[in-house]
């Protein structure tokens, strides 16, 4: 069965810094593309940074409003994903997801160029908040 779980989420200052974990149960992270995206109150999913497995071709892909800021990895040898946030913003401040990259029936080893690639199966979120 496969399964997500997300952790790492908190309280955090206006410029400080949080790093989200994805750990994967059922399959193995290695040879497939993790995305992240998150979700704030009352707006639309929003797509954060994409990576494809390191079979494909390894690349990172992340949203401008992201970028420079968030980095993505991951560690094969644990099952996990995680994305490191620094620089955080108010605007941060959402529940956030890891999720595999579908296409119909096939989960991809690559985002595909995006760094919000459609997602397939994703855990129940963690949360950030990013205030004073």
């Known amino acids: 069965q496969v399964q997500l779980v997300e952790s790492g989420g908190g309280l955090v200052q206006p410029g400080g810094s949080l790093r989200l974990s994805c750990a994967a149960s059922g399959f193995a992270l290695d040879f497939y593309a993790i995305v992240w995206f998150r979700q704030a109150p009352g707006k639309e999913r929003e797509g954060v940074s994409c990576?494809?497995?390191?079979?494909?071709?390894?690349?990172?892909y992340y949203a401008d409003s992201v970028r420079g800021r968030f980095t993505i990895s991951r560690d094969n040898a644990k099952n996990t994903v995680y994305l490191k946030m620094d620089s955080l913003k108010p605007e941060d401040t959402a529940v956030y997801y890891c999720?595999?990259?579908?296409?119909?029936?096939?989960?991809?080893?690559?985002?595909?160029?995006?760094?919000?690639?459609?997602?397939?199966?994703w855990g129940q979120g963690t949360q950030v908040t990013v205030s004073p």
């Open positions: 990576i494809s497995s390191s079979d494909a071709d390894g690349n990172t």
């Open positions: 999720a595999t990259v579908q296409d119909g029936e096939r989960t991809r080893p690559d985002c595909g160029g995006s760094y919000y690639p459609n997602p397939g199966y």
